[in-house]
């Protein structure tokens, strides 16, 4: 008996590592059998026997009998696979091992034994027919074996089919095993040559499949390795002079696969990958060659496209897909199917929102035929149709849709899911635009139960979910019940991004804005200040939230009547503001009032004025003559006209208002009731008492049409029958 050092264990996939440690234990791995028929190195993966080394004294005819009846086993298990019944196969498969076993004493089927009990309680079938294909099942059928077929291969084929039969089942984590345990078996050179000739199977095939049961558990970056030995021995094989390149074009799809899968997605090495492969299909069977691996691939160019923010990239990739895909598969299939809905999302995405509509009814009337609607793609389509009807507003339509998407999200995808949680967030957001804050708050409050179950707990959309409840809670005003959201909010984004992430300082904003509105202000001062280092971490002294937030604590500053201390904060907001985005930019009119409006506090009505000027020029550019904003500086503009003594310029700017008042579509008694009011006791202040009277009788006839009296009115200082008094000319007005 010769003997034949293990590999090095550097060349193994990573994804090997209890096969790799086992080799290491045993300093004799590999045992070459001498036999006439049997050539190939014998990987002993397995605890050889004493037998197993005096099986050199079998004779030549046990062997070939031997591999007989293996073949002849493993070859009913492959027709059983092809017709579905997976069950079966597995036990043949087992059958083929026990085999083995008998002869050459490998311990094979006793590593398996416990599959006999998981086989005869199988009832979870992979249905492929119900998976979209990505690609990534090119190595999923199981190999006859022919005759001559080398020991060592024979095995290695077996546990490979035998893993093909556990993967249907969902029993991945022994399926890897199967094929974890048949590479052992396999050697790149031999192997290529063999499996060319039908006599079992490669490690391409192999590796590939180790790739595709990472793939299944979620873990991305294993099968990224082994997908990428796949790569390396398929190429090997090509030196060799074996014609792999279908495989390499496979693999590369697979790889391209999981790198939009894969957390940190990387959709231009998916879209390069994937063009790769189209180029080794279209070369080996012709550009205008419509085979359901090149529809394949091009759907999932278009994926990544979409992935990647590319919408307009991606349609022209989908059609092509679809073309091909409805000439192979007719219209009711599902991956005609998958592809519809893909273009109505990219079609959704660009904002085209009726044909994305026509789309995703074409995806579910074909869904319905093939799943029954009992598929989890079936809810989300069904949720985006409702996103399409809410970005309408069609708020009846899209909240019917939504319950139809929670229904059909129930039934495939169980009670606790992120998709159901997604779809509460969705009916929140609904109710939130309808004002209806109180229905919002519950099914946030649903949503926000399921992320805790189905996410950890410190989840980016559990931050979300909880500023969605603090801000409805802001707005109707429940003080405490906000902060208690948003304090949770906060404490999360803590733990989870660094201390100079923008998200907690906008936060934070938030947090101190609803002190400032509760009244805390020294509380809310804190927190804008927290919010400020922050921004000034993250952004530098010169950014649009610096000067923001400085705006925000100027006011709580003027509010805690710290007038010049405030005026200095304003006055930077404002000199970063008018770097950023110029002196008359709409946001800078805020600034401009509020510096107006600390200089009125400080009776510096000159200086107040022309700030008062610029923040009325700035807000009529940028929001219309007629806007209620408009109205509002032109109104405080005429006080302060008058209360310098400009009695004219004042009854110009009340004069406009009321103009635009009256003309209005719409008009608001009160708010007309007011300026005339305003305009009366301008008149009174200028002496002009018939005017006065005429403004203040006016004032009154809006007053009553909008359900109030007299005792709305305010006359500086006089009743209408003192005036009648003093002024008899205006007796007969009052």
């Known amino acids: 008996m010769e003997y034949v050092e293990a590999k090095d264990k550097s060349n193994l996939p990573k994804t090997l590592t209890l096969l ?37 004294q079998l004779s030549t005819v046990t062997i070939q009998q031997t591999l007989h009846t293996i073949m002849r086993q493993n070859n009913m298990a492959v027709e059983c696979f092809d017709f579905c019944q997976y069950t079966e196969a597995g036990l043949h498969f087992l059958e083929a091992l026990k085999e083995t076993d008998r002869v050459f004493f490998l311990s094979l089927s006793r590593t398996f034994l416990h599959l006999k009990t998981k086989f005869a309680h199988s009832c979870a079938v992979r249905d492929l027919h119900e998976e979209y294909d ?6 999923s059928q199981c ?12 095995i290695a084929t077996v546990l490979y089919n035998l893993g093909q039969s556990l993967a249907r089942l969902n029993e991945i984590d022994d399926a890897l095993t199967c094929f974890t345990r048949a590479l052992s078996l396999t050697d790149d050179a031999s192997c290529a040559k063999l499996t060319a000739a039908g006599m079992g199977i490669s490690p391409v095939a192999l590796l590939s499949s180790i790739g595709s049961m990472q793939f299944l558990k979620g873990s991305f970056e294993e099968a990224v390795i082994a997908y990428s030995n796949a790569l390396g021995a398929a190429r090997a094989c090509a030196l060799g002079g074996y014609n792999s390149d279908l495989d390499i074009a496979a693999i590369m799809n697979s790889l391209g696969v999981l790198y939009f899968w894969i957390p940190s997605v990387d959709a231009s090495k998916a879209i390069h990958h994937f063009h790769e492969a189209l180029f080794i299909y279209r070369a080996a069977w012709g550009s205008d060659a419509k085979t359901k691996e090149i529809a394949t691939v091009l759907n999932n160019i278009g994926r990544a496209y979409y992935i990647s923010k590319q919408p307009e ?23 005609v199917a998958v592809t519809i809905c893909n273009t109505g999302q990219a079609k959704h995405q660009l904002g085209q929102l009726d044909e994305a509509l026509l789309l995703y009814d074409e995806f579910l009337a074909i869904t319905k035929v093939c799943l029954q609607y009992n598929h989890h793609d079936v809810a989300i389509i069904m949720k985006c149709k409702a996103q399409i009807y809410h970005e309408k507003k069609k708020f009846a339509t899209a909240e019917e849709l939504y319950s139809h998407a929670l229904e059909f999200s129930y039934k495939a995808l169980g009670n606790n899911h992120a998709e159901i949680a997604s779809i509460f967030n969705k009916l929140g957001n609904l109710k939130y635009e309808q004002e209806e804050y109180k229905e919002a708050i519950e099914y946030y409050l649903k949503g926000l139960r399921l992320e805790r179950i189905v996410f ?34 906060v404490e999360i984004q803590k733990k989870t991004l660094s201390g100079s992430d923008p998200n907690i300082s906008a936060t934070l904003a938030v947090v101190g804005l609803i002190h400032y509105q509760s009244g805390n202000y020294s509380t809310a001062l804190e927190v804008y200040q927290d ?12 950014s649009l939230e610096v000067g923001t937030t400085l705006n925000f604590i100027g006011l709580v500053q003027y509010k805690m009547n710290m007038l010049h201390v ?61 806007h209620k904003s408009v109205l509002a500086t032109a109104t405080h503009l005429g006080n302060v006209y008058q209360q310098n003594g400009d009695l004219e ?34 008149f009174l202040h200028w002496g002009k008492t018939v005017e006065m009277m005429e403004a203040m009788s006016q004032s009154l006839r809006f007053l009553r049409a909008a359900g109030d009296n007299e005792s709305q009115l305010n006359i500086a200082g006089y009743s209408f029958y003192g005036i009648a008094k003093l002024h008899p000319e205006c007796a007969p007005v009052a």
């Open 20 to 56: 790799t440690s086992l080799l290491d234990q045993k300093k004799k791995a590999f045992i070459k059998m001498t036999f006439t028929t049997v050539n190939f190195p014998l990987h002993a993966y397995f605890e050889p026997t004493d037998a197993c080394y005096h099986s050199s």
């Open 134 to 139: 990505e690609g990534m099942r090119t190595f």
């Open 566 to 626: 405030a005026l200095e904060t304003f006055y930077e907001s404002l000199r970063i503001r008018a770097n950023l985005l110029g002196k008359g930019h709409r946001d800078m009119a805020a600034v401009y009032y509020n510096i107006a409006t600390i200089k009125l506090e400080l009776g510096a009505y000159d200086e107040a004025l022309p700030f008062f000027k610029e923040t009325l020029r700035v807000e009529r550019a940028a929001l219309g003559p007629n």
């Open 531 to 542: 919010a400020l280092r922050i921004q000034r971490k993250a952004h530098g002294g010169n």
């Open 456 to 489: 950890h707990g410190l989840h980016p959309n559990i931050t979300i979910t909880l500023t969605n409840i603090g801000q409805c809670y802001k707005i109707l005003g429940e003080f405490e019940e906000a902060l208690f959201y948003y304090k949770q909010a």
């Open 143 to 154: 190999f006859v074996l022919h005759a001559g077929a080398p020991l060592a291969n024979t």
């Open 313 to 335: 990239e991606c349609i022209p990739y989908y059609l092509q897909s679809l073309k091909i895909r409805q000439i192979l598969f007719g219209r009711e299939n599902l991956d």
């Open 649 to 682: 310029q004042a009854l110009k700017c009340f004069q406009e208002v009321f103009k635009v008042q009256k003309q209005s579509k719409k008009i608001d008694n009160k708010a007309c009731a007011r300026t005339l009011n305003l305009i009366g006791n301008l």
